[in-house]
């Protein structure tokens, strides 16, 4: 059996979790935590990182300190997962879903303009795939019409725009460490600030309303209820199964790029046949490898071909119902322009095993049966 993911583990989670319970603190916030953000400031050339809860509670935290009032409007894609949408109406926000490019399935910045109405707050900027965004042209709408810009970056942790780490060119950027990931804690994320603006304010909100952390710097002699809050602080376990994570985060990013390109190089000649469509990494983006995806004629097809697949062992998803069309999309927003690719494009698209220590033959037996299935030679 082929599985479609398998979750990461680089062999030092053991050493790292045994040091954080014999520290005798589990909480959240102590040296792994604190290890984690500064390891990706310094990577990332990050003006401040916290570890949060998941890469939901990170959009969560982004959304509200973007001071989002009820009725506002977020622009978005409907092509993405549920969390970028509902972090938004945590808030009371209006979404209004764009359409997406057909080449790389992010947001067609193009449409973006176009949505704007004078309730519009923030622009969503998610990078499927870990493949970028087209940000200097979303970043310049946002400036002309004084929006803020979240980036997605779940996906997009290790991955560049034009040289600069994604999640780092919004006003804030939002990383998922679930297993599904490229990097892992099990269940996290992490919050990007890009203005300093906003560090007390999210160190409030993600420590229950408190200003413990500027207690714990020396800053105040007492911590006390300050404002409105939650509670975003993984525990120590997770930072330091992350921690063993991030420390071989180049052999983790260098291994699946390795299995990437086998599967383009591969299935090249299965898409110049013109049975399938193989992904766009568009200049100026560094992508990390998070999927390795392909598009069938329609849904047909590739409702056939998942089921045979399966039949052979091997384990293929699809995703996303477009947003617009879930119910919960349906109540909480409307769709801008036309959708001229959202539903067309998710219905054809599939994703082929991808995580981690996936082995060469194992990619090798993949590409054999979907040349079988298309009843192409090679
Ligand atoms: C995985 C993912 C999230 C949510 O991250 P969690 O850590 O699972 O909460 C949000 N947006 C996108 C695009 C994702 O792929």
């Not at 409907?78 to 945590?90: D, G, I, N, R």
């Not at 291994?255 to 568009?282: C, H, N, T």
């Not at 998803?317 to 036309?338: C, E, M, N, T």
Request: charge should be negative; charged fraction near 25%.
């Amino acid at each position: 059996m082929i599985h479609f993911n398998v979750p990461p583990a680089t062999g030092d989670e053991l050493v790292y979790l045994e040091q954080a319970i014999q520290s005798g603190k589990i909480c959240g916030d102590g040296d792994f935590t604190r290890k984690c953000n500064s390891w990706m400031e310094r990577r990332f050339h990050a003006q401040k990182v916290l570890l949060t809860t998941s890469g939901t509670t990170a959009l969560d935290m982004a959304m509200i300190l973007c001071g989002l009032q009820p009725g506002d409007e977020v622009i978005l894609p409907s092509f993405t997962f549920s969390s970028t949408a509902t972090a938004a109406v945590l808030v009371g926000a209006k979404l209004v879903f764009v359409d997406v490019r057909p080449d790389t399935m992010n947001i067609d910045e193009t449409r973006i303009e176009q949505a704007i109405t004078d309730r519009t707050r923030v622009i969503v900027a998610m990078h499927y795939a870990g493949v970028a965004c087209e940000m200097d042209t979303i970043m310049d709408i946002a400036r002309r019409h004084n929006l803020k810009v979240v980036e997605d970056a779940a996906q997009a942790v290790m991955a560049t725009y034009k040289g600069r780490a994604l999640g780092t060119i919004g006003d804030f950027g939002c990383y998922s460490f679930h297993e599904t990931k490229n990097l892992s804690m099990g269940e996290g994320g992490a919050l990007v600030i890009n203005n300093s603006a906003y560090n007390e304010q999210a160190e409030i909100l993600r420590e229950k309303g408190t200003n413990r952390a500027k207690f714990f710097r020396g800053q105040v002699d007492k911590y006390t209820w300050v404002d409105f809050g939650d509670s975003y602080l993984p525990s120590e376990l997770n930072a330091a199964y992350l921690w063993a994570q991030l420390q071989k985060a180049d052999e983790i990013n260098d291994d699946r790029m390795r299995s990437w390109e086998i599967y383009r190089r591969e299935l090249e000649p299965l898409a110049q046949a013109g049975k399938v469509e193989l992904p766009v990494v568009p200049q100026g983006c560094v992508h990390n490898a998070h999927m390795f995806y392909l598009k069938c004629r329609d849904l047909e097809e590739r409702t056939a071909l998942i089921a045979y697949m399966k039949e052979q062992g091997i384990q293929l998803v699809f995703h996303y119902i477009p947003l617009h069309s879930s119910p919960a999309g349906w109540k909480f927003g409307r769709f801008d322009g036309q959708d001229l690719y959202t539903t067309v494009e998710s219905d054809r698209l599939v994703r082929l095993p991808m995580y981690y220590g996936l082995r060469p033959e194992d990619i090798e037996e993949v590409v054999h049966h979907l040349y079988a299935f298309y009843g192409v030679a090679r």
